[in-house]
T-cell receptor, first 118, second 112 residues
Framework: GAVVSQHPSWVICKSGTSVKIECRSL??????MFWYRQFPKQSLMLMAT?????????EQGVEKDKFLINHASLTLSTLTVTSAHPEDSSFYIC??????????????FGPGTRLTVL | QKEVEQNSGPLSVPEGAIASLNCTYS??????FFWYRQYSGKSPELIMF????GDKEDGRFTAQLNKASQYVSLLIRDSQPSDSATYLC????????????FGRGTSLIVHP
């Protein structure tokens, strides 16, 4: 199957700092990528849909000025958590859809990034 | 609002038994149904998808879909301790959107 990577896999930062998370599709092109957040014992919550070359679409309740998304190429999307606070500590997971397929619309998930804000 | 409901569990089964995981959804127009497995601290991985009513088998896994009753289930035969994980049900509605709605997941524990 297609491979999606994320970097870093984990990060610890101080409150008030910004953290950038990268999501890359390694062997396919993805015009659309998705950013999820998962708190312990909770389901995946879609934060935003990242569209190559255009603005991201944010889900209701997600602050677009706090969670900056840039999808600069067909294989890379970045999520920047600005002025992070302890309540932003979570598991952030990206996924990508292979633009070249017209089949099951399967999403390929990255390995996730665990963010801890002190 | 589209909802996908799963019993959070944990569901505990002995090794070798059949584990049955259930999921109900609210959007009657849903078309695609996915089961993901998520190990603790890891991201989800797709196990199976199903579109049509009935059963779909893949190795030890069988997905069952009943659109009239709006439920989808996952059966795991000959359960192994390595199957212990959280199983997420995801449902995609009809139309152009390819963003599925995820359930909270069911924790499965297979004990030796």
């Amino acid at each position: 199957g297609a491979v999606v990577s994320q970097h870093p896999s984990w990060v610890i930062c101080k409150s008030g700092t910004s953290v950038k998370i990268e999501c890359r599709s390694l062997d396919f092109q993805a015009t659309t990528m998705f950013w999820y957040r998962q708190f312990p014992k909770q389901s995946l919550m879609l934060m935003a849909t990242s569209n190559e070359g255009s603005k991201a679409t944010y889900e209701q309740g997600v602050e677009k000025d706090k969670f900056l998304i840039n999808h600069a190429s067909l294989t890379l999307s970045t999520l920047t958590v600005t002025s992070a606070h302890p309540e932003d500590s979570s598991f952030y997971i990206c996924s990508a859809r292979d633009s070249g397929t017209s089949g099951i619309n399967e999403q390929f998930f990255g390995p996730g990034t665990r963010l801890t804000v002190l | 609002q589209k909802e996908v409901e799963q019993n959070s569990g944990p569901l505990s089964v002995p090794e070798g038994a059949i584990a049955s995981l259930n999921c109900t959804y609210s959007d009657r127009g849903s078309q695609s149904f996915f089961w993901y497995r998520q190990y603790s601290g890891k991201s989800p991985e797709l196990i199976m998808f199903i579109y049509s009513n009935g059963d779909k088998e893949d190795g030890r896994f069988t997905a069952q879909l009943n659109k009239a009753s709006q439920y989808v289930s996952l059966l795991i035969r000959d359960s192994q301790p390595s199957d212990s994980a959280t199983y997420l049900c995801a449902v995609k509605a009809s139309g152009g959107s390819y963003i599925p709605t995820f359930g909270r997941g069911t924790s499965l524990i297979v004990h030796p």
